[in-house]
């Protein structure tokens, strides 16, 4: 990645309602301005799921104003990182990007209690990502 650039990040899962909803909210909390962030879904929700939506008030990150929104090629074409959490063969792949693949549980149809663990791991992870893709 350009030491000059911001770099930009994509996260993708399938409804676009959970796991990719945390990740991006998570980034754009901690790195600010320093990255930009997308999130999509190969099929997204009409919501994001309330259980994601409490687990991360809890931690003080407001989503309830986010929309799953859908995955595109163009999205993907104009991120530095794309990191899947499910999304399977339904992402494009392009030459000269960074793909990941987060296993992660999907949190749909869970509870807030379930939720926790899955929002913890996002967070170490995101942490780790940060100290990768960023300039000091």
């Not at 000059?4 to 945390?22: D, I």
């Not at 799921?49 to 104009?78: F, H």
């Not at 209690?113 to 893709?133: F, G, K, Q, S, Y």
Request: net charge negative; with cysteine.
């Amino acid at each position: 990645m350009p030491d000059t650039a911001r770099p930009t990040v994509l996260f993708v899962c399938v409804h676009n309602a959970g796991r990719s909803q945390m990740a991006a909210a998570f980034l754009t909390h901690l790195a600010g301005d320093r990255v930009e962030v997308r999130s999509a879904g190969s099929t997204p929700a009409d919501a994001v799921n309330p259980s994601v939506v409490a687990a991360m008030a809890e931690v003080g990150i407001d989503i309830s104003a986010e929309t799953p929104k859908v995955l595109t090629v163009e999205a993907v074409r104009a991120s530095d990182v794309v990191i899947t959490m499910g999304c399977g063969d339904t992402c494009p792949v392009f030459p000269g990007k960074r793909y990941l693949d987060w296993q992660l549980p999907d949190p749909a149809g869970q509870g807030v209690d379930a939720v926790r663990p899955i929002r913890d791991e996002i967070e170490e992870r995101i942490h780790t990502l940060i100290a990768e893709i960023t300039v000091p």
